[in-house]
DNA sequence: TTGTAAGCGTTATCAC
DNA sequence: GTGATAACGCTTACAA
């Protein structure tokens, strides 16, 4: 007995709607074709519910509508929302969305990029700190926040410029002691020139500051504390502006500063560097520099699914704004 | 030497191998095979650098190990740590993570399904609080914190527990004048049964309690405010414990008392739900019911990739747990 | 313009 | 166990 219970095919759309299998292909690829044809081709599949199977049309064209997202994480308020920018982007121009997760797992992210190949997407948006990292240059990839070579384009944030804008402001709010608190990988990408552009204006305006730089997430936050304490004397802290390199780290060291007694702004203004502020909520605030989200998403989007690309840019930095959030005196 | 341009095919493999087609076929599905042959056919793989090509075996199949997620949002931590586990679960049964997010458009919901059942998913998981949602109950699906009918297993965290459990612990720690906030949309699926369980353990115990509960996000803050205010006289508030339906929103009732000059934890206590502390940082932390997030993901992976759907469960309930954050006196 | 037929890379069914 | 061969559903020359 013949089980029709199969989902429809192109097949049994041509034969309902009375044409041959090739109109019925046409109809679903925008190929032009006689009216009166393409009415009840497009009825046909109505009444029969048909859908393009995806993998026969992937496995004709060698194109299958896909992009591979790769991220450290998405519990991370950043990540979160530039996963979500970057599927949203993705969606807009019909795409859809692999995500991969890979807690900056060298060799996980190594197989993400062998699975791509394996003929799963047309191409790879990564954000990752792996150094080691091969990526083949043939392979559609865009690299947000790290630069891996002239043949790789990178989307990132104006980093450098984030940082000048930091001590700028903290300089322009009256900080006369300023320092840069830095925590995370040691591999930051694009990311270490925060720092490097906080340092440029200080130096610039001859306003001192020190630079505390830890790779070991774990103990960091220590040996903030264990700086923090040795610059107060007489229950009085000697920096009056501090630079963090993301809000997670300045929301932390809010936290520490108040617990040594310090008020914030009062005492010490804080900037942090995300622009994560989606919690709404009082207590998780903090004066920033906002990283343009949306439009790094959509800049990584557009360059990835570029048709010519042949000459394509190896860096593109996206403008960041100043955000007052509690943290400053303004 | 002919270097094909093209990825290797099992024909290449084949033909380096010296043997049949099927049997490299039958080498990379564990299928029996002699022993020599398989070694041959593993070495020439390795040489080429052949990888299955997913979309050749999907079309053969009809199954393509990818799992579509549906869900709101990933820049919320609820749900970005919910989408994080829900991928490595899947990873960790050599599934890839389809990623779809809906913004609760019922639209975009229901074009998501439809995609699906264009053979580009095994199963979906779907988190989403659209009443209409059409649901094929063939279509291997699990839905998260929503329950549909009973072909459609839900997967909640204690929902009703967790309200007992925060009644219960304000109450243990002194409260007598209690509240219950809740914002959000209109259709909070299981979510709901927070408020029902705090009622009960309230009722039960003789406490007086009142419950607010708003469905639009925009206004609900005012009306939040306009309520507490409307219950401080003299600079005093005559509530003394708050159970707040999330963490977002105790953080910002807890915001808003100290604007009102409202002291946390000592003149009133709080307690949220979700148990989002990734932030890590003190000043995004409240005492709070957790969520079993991992355990969510896994449930929920395990019952979508559960060979017998014949009996499956329409509504699994994990356990949640009390935490404190500060904002209640411990 | 429309119809026909040859694959795309894999799996599955057979004889051997 | 092994090795040809026919699908799977679709795209795309090419023929009509």
Redesign the interface.
Same mark, same amino acid.
């Given at each position: 007995m013949k089980q029709k219970s199969t989902?429809p095919t192109m097949k049994d759309v041509a034969r309902e709607a009375g044409v041959a299998l090739g109109t019925v292909s046409k109809v679903f690829n925008n190929i032009p074709v006689g009216e009166s044809y393409r009415q009840r081709v497009v009825e046909a599949a109505g009444k029969l519910g048909y =859908?393009?199977?995806?993998?026969?049309r992937?496995?004709k064209t060698n194109r $299958?509508n896909?992009v591979a997202?790769i991220l450290p994480?998405?519990?991370?308020?950043f990540?979160?929302?530039l996963? =979500?920018q970057l599927?949203?982007a993705l969606?807009r121009r019909s795409y859809? $969305?692999?995500?991969?997760?890979t807690g900056s797992n060298p060799e996980v992210e190594q197989q993400c990029i062998?699975?791509v =190949?394996?003929?799963?997407a047309d191409g790879i948006i990564g954000l990752t700190y792996n150094p080691g990292l091969e990526v083949d240059e043939a392979l559609p990839f865009v690299s947000i926040d790290r630069y891996f070579s002239p043949g790789v384009p990178c989307v990132a944030s104006d980093n450098l410029g984030g940082g000048r804008l930091a001590a700028e402001r903290l300089i322009s709010l009256g900080c006369r002691h300023l320092a840069f608190f830095r925590n995370g990988p040691i591999q930051a990408g694009e990311a270490d020139k925060r720092g490097d552009g906080f340092e440029q204006i200080c130096r610039a305006r001859g306003v001192s500051y020190e630079v505390i730089r830890i790779n070991d997430e774990e103990q960091s936050l220590e040996v903030f504390r264990d700086y923090l304490i040795g610059h107060i004397s007489n229950g009085k802290l000697d920096l009056d502006g501090i630079f963090c390199s993301t809000d997670?780290l300045a929301?932390?060291i809010?936290?520490?500063l108040?617990?040594l007694g310090q008020r914030v702004p009062e005492d010490v203004q804080l900037v942090g560097f995300d622009g994560i502020r989606?919690?709404?909520?009082?207590?998780?605030?903090c004066s920033t520099i906002v990283q343009p989200i949306a439009q790094l998403a959509q800049t990584s989007v557009d360059i990835l699914l570029q048709e010519d690309r042949s000459a394509l840019p190896s860096l593109i930095c996206l403008p960041v704004a100043y955000a007052a959030g509690g943290t400053t005196r303004e």
């Open positions: 989902t =859908q393009v199977n995806q993998y026969a992937g496995l $299958t896909t997202l994480s998405v519990d991370h308020p990540f979160g929302a996963a =979500q599927c949203l969606s859809r $969305t692999l995500l991969y997760v062998r699975m =190949q394996q003929n799963k997670l929301l932390t809010r936290g520490m108040e617990e989606q919690f709404g909520s009082e207590g998780c605030y």
